[in-house]
């Protein structure tokens, strides 16, 4: 080697080591949600999902040979812990961050992420205005839970066919409720009805008897629920106390064994909006049962919806990595290639041709609903004909 060109070899070696370490680094991706506290028994099953997912996309190598790390931060579902908690996923500089299970945490935080331009999923909470607060080519959120801007009229279009019209609509008072009354209330509007009844409560209340015994004067013959799960038990509880035979209906949280194990025989014929209901229908759903209660010793579920959404927001995730073709992963890059996805992915809600876009950050949409109902103290199709229609995974519309 020329001696002019000796002093470049510790370069090109500091470099090489530099590029070589770069390349076998962990990818870092954020995970946050209520780990502990009140919305546990759904922050849990989604942390669960990503787990599996990211199990399983190590085995294989992570992305392009480097492993994928989870970063856990548990907001135990107060939007003060939820802000501090994002916060310091920036300050730790993951690349990515899938979570949140309630909407006034998420609601709190998405300043956070907007700002540092670092890519949300939000695989669980459902509140319509998180993907819509900012304009769509600007938006870091993105989500592939069903709002509630698609749950409300979903139900409110099946409960109207059923002949309940009279609607008693009891919401909390927390950004889910408030957000989920306004859809609820809209989706009547758009069938020309109106609430024969609101209720407005906070969260933790025990009793909802005065409630209740005023929606019933009202005329109500169905009541519509928006809150988390131990307050669905209270008003189930209430209503079969009053001997008040009306069926109860809500958004995906009557799902939750907060309100099903709570209520107990009161839960019993509940119907709600479901994007996945654990039973083996076809084999992808059947793939991703068994390997859960497998890696977590369980023989179901608490809320599948949960587990399989955090399951498919990590793949779509590393499939738009796989899309950056340059190899420089940053939060525009990651923002560009969620909106710009090329590879289809056949996931276990859906399947996902193109789930987002510059201007669409919500990846379900409606034909992939179905109606769930309580049923022996589980989940289960409230139509035949929908267990049929989802041996066949929908894509969006």
Same mark, same amino acid.
Request: net charge positive.
């Given at each position: 080697m020329?001696?002019r060109?000796?002093?470049?070899?510790?370069?090109l070696?500091l470099?090489?080591s530099t590029?070589?370490?770069a390349?076998?680094?962990?990818?870092?991706?954020?995970?946050?949600?209520p780990?502990?506290g009140p919305?546990?028994? *759904?922050?849990?099953?989604?942390?669960?999902g990503?787990k599996h997912?990211?199990?399983?996309?190590?085995?294989?190598?992570?992305?392009?040979g480097?492993?994928?790390?989870?970063?856990l931060?548990?907001?135990?579902?107060?939007?003060?812990?939820?802000?501090?908690?994002?916060e310091?996923?920036?300050?730790e500089?993951v690349?990515?961050?899938?979570?949140?299970?309630n909407?006034?945490?998420a609601?709190?935080?998405?300043?956070?992420?907007?700002k540092?331009?670092?890519?949300l999923?939000?695989?669980?909470?459902?509140g319509?205005p998180?993907t819509?607060?900012?304009?769509g080519?600007?938006s870091?959120?993105?989500?592939?839970s069903?709002?509630d801007g698609?749950?409300?009229?979903?139900v409110?279009e099946?409960?109207?066919k059923?002949g309940w019209t009279?609607?008693?609509?009891f919401a909390?008072t927390t950004g889910?409720?408030?957000?989920?009354?306004?859809?609820v209330?809209?989706?009547?509007?758009?069938?020309k009805l109106?609430?024969?009844y609101?209720?407005?409560f906070?969260?933790g209340?025990?009793?909802?008897?005065?409630?209740l015994?005023a929606?019933?004067?009202?005329?109500?013959?169905?009541?519509?629920?928006?809150?988390?799960?131990?307050?669905?038990?209270?008003i189930?509880?209430?209503?079969?106390e009053l001997?008040?035979k009306?069926?109860q209906?809500?958004a995906?949280?009557l799902?939750?064994? *907060?309100f099903?194990?709570?209520?107990?025989a009161?839960?019993?014929?509940?119907?709600?909006a479901?994007?996945?209901?654990?039973e083996?229908?076809?084999e992808?759903r059947a793939? *991703?049962l068994t390997?859960?209660?497998?890696?977590?010793k369980v023989?179901k579920?608490?809320?599948p919806m949960?587990?399989?959404?955090g399951?498919?927001?990590?793949?779509?995730?590393?499939?738009s990595?796989?899309g950056?073709?340059?190899?420089?992963?940053?939060?525009?890059?990651?923002?560009a290639a969620l909106?710009?996805?090329t590879?289809?992915?056949y996931?276990?809600?859906?399947?996902y041709?193109?789930?987002?876009?510059?201007?669409d950050?919500?990846?379900v949409t409606s034909?992939?609903?179905?109606?769930g109902?309580?049923?022996?103290?589980?989940?289960? *199709?409230a139509y035949?004909?929908?267990?049929?229609?989802?041996l066949f995974?929908?894509?969006?519309q």
């Amino acid at each position: 080697m020329p001696a002019r060109l000796r002093h470049l070899v510790p370069v090109l070696l500091l470099a090489l080591s530099t590029w070589a370490a770069a390349q076998s680094s962990p990818i870092r991706i954020g995970v946050i949600g209520p780990f502990t506290g009140p919305s546990a028994d *759904f922050g849990i099953p989604m942390l669960n999902g990503v787990k599996h997912a990211v199990d399983e996309i190590n085995a294989v190598g992570g992305y392009m040979g480097r492993p994928i790390e989870l970063v856990l931060k548990d907001d135990t579902a107060n939007p003060d812990v939820g802000l501090k908690a994002s916060e310091e996923l920036v300050a730790e500089k993951v690349l990515a961050t899938i979570g949140f299970c309630n909407t006034g945490v998420a609601a709190k935080s998405l300043d956070v992420f907007q700002k540092h331009q670092l890519p949300l999923i939000i695989p669980c909470a459902t509140g319509t205005p998180l993907t819509s607060k900012y304009a769509g080519a600007q938006s870091y959120i993105f989500r592939n839970s069903a709002k509630d801007g698609i749950q409300a009229p979903f139900v409110v279009e099946d409960i109207v066919k059923r002949g309940w019209t009279r609607v008693a609509i009891f919401a909390d008072t927390t950004g889910y409720g408030e957000a989920g009354l306004k859809d609820v209330e809209a989706a009547l509007a758009a069938k020309k009805l109106k609430p024969a009844y609101v209720a407005r409560f906070a969260t933790g209340v025990k009793d909802l008897t005065a409630e209740l015994q005023a929606a019933r004067a009202a005329g109500a013959n169905v009541v519509f629920s928006y809150t988390v799960g131990p307050e669905n038990a209270v008003i189930a509880m209430g209503r079969k106390e009053l001997n008040w035979k009306v069926p109860q209906v809500g958004a995906w949280t009557l799902s939750f064994p *907060f309100f099903i194990d709570g209520a107990k025989a009161a839960a019993e014929g509940a119907l709600m909006a479901q994007t996945f209901i654990a039973e083996p229908s076809n084999e992808r759903r059947a793939a *991703f049962l068994t390997a859960y209660a497998r890696k977590y010793k369980v023989k179901k579920i608490p809320v599948p919806m949960a587990a399989a959404q955090g399951y498919d927001a990590t793949y779509l995730l590393m499939y738009s990595l796989f899309g950056i073709h340059d190899g420089k992963l940053n939060g525009p890059a990651v923002k560009a290639a969620l909106e710009n996805m090329t590879r289809t992915y056949y996931g276990v809600v859906a399947t996902y041709e193109k789930p987002f876009s510059l201007e669409d950050k919500d990846a379900v949409t409606s034909n992939m609903l179905v109606m769930g109902m309580v049923k022996n103290a589980a989940i289960t *199709f409230a139509y035949p004909e929908d267990a049929k229609r989802n041996l066949f995974v929908q894509r969006k519309q």
